[in-house]
């Protein structure tokens, strides 16, 4: 099992966005969600269709609760690196 230490690029997590190997990537941390797709209470459509890019927008979106926000640590392998985006927009 990877660790938070990891590093990856955007491109490579969005390389990780079918059922049986899902990755979100939600401010700038990468999670697998693959073995938490048929639990996830919000259905496994929406993280299908958050996978392979940023979904921040819409994890905040869904207003998630403190113990949503716990418990998604649990599925963090990392991070996005920023070595493509040094400055802020
Ligand atoms: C590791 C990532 C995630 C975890 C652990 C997680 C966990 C949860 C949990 C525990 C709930 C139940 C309500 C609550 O406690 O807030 C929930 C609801 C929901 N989630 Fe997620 N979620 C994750 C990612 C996402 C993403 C990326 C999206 C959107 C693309 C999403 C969309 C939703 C929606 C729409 C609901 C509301 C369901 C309803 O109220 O009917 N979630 N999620």
Redesign the pocket.
């Known amino acids: 099992m990877a660790t938070l230490s990891e590093i990856y690029t955007m491109e490579e997590a969005a390389l990780h966005n079918t059922k049986e190997d899902c990755w979100?990537v939600?401010d700038g941390k990468v999670?697998d969600?693959s073995a938490?797709l048929d639990e996830?209470?919000?259905?496994d459509d929406?993280?299908l269709?958050?996978t392979g890019k940023d979904?921040t927008d819409?994890?905040e979106?869904?207003?998630?609760?403190k113990?949503?926000?716990e418990?998604?640590e649990?599925?963090?392998i990392g991070r996005l690196t920023n070595l493509r985006k040094p400055f802020p927009e």
Request: with cysteine; proline share 3%; hydrophobic share 45%.
């Open positions: 979100v939600i999670y969600v938490y996830h209470p919000g259905g929406v993280l269709t958050a979904a819409e994890f979106d869904a207003g998630h609760s113990s949503a926000r418990l998604m649990k599925f963090c």
